[in-house]
């Protein structure tokens, strides 16, 4: 069941009543986990650029669409080796900065999963 995501603001973000203050995933059966932003940060020195091995971690078998909120003002990108893997895996992604992204996601049907970028 997808969780319906009730707001943001700098910092958090309130999926079914829960505030998480960190970036998030929701998994394909609804399920919200903490951001391995690590994974793109050791690499890149930040985590506002997705690395493959972040990508990797993101992606789950049978995802159609990724919904990938990239911050308040829009800061977080794919790298050409994640957007390649999202291809490869045929799993369309779609930017766009967090509250507008919360609102696809609160629209969108069908085999979807996200990240949510909290800050920046």
């Known amino acids: ?7 943001t603001s700098f910092g958090s973000i ?13 998994r394909l ?14 690499l890149y020195g930040t985590s506002h650029k997705v690395s493959l091995a972040e990508a990797k971690h993101i992606y789950e078998t049978g995802a159609r669409r990724l919904i ?10 794919l790298s050409k080796k994640a957007r390649e893997y999202f291809e490869k895996k045929e ?13 696809l996601w609160n629209r969108s049907k069908g085999k979807n999963i996200a990240m949510f970028h909290v800050t920046c």
């Open 1 to 7: 069941m997808k969780p319906k995501i009730n707001s």
């Open 14 to 26: 309130t999926v079914k009543g829960k505030t998480f203050e960190y970036d998030i995933l929701i």
């Open 29 to 42: 059966d609804g399920q919200v986990e903490k951001r391995r932003k690590k994974l793109s940060k050791k």
């Open 68 to 77: 990938l909120g990239t911050g308040q003002t829009g800061y977080v990108e």
């Open 91 to 103: 799993c369309k992604v779609k930017l766009l900065p967090t509250p507008k992204a919360i609102k």
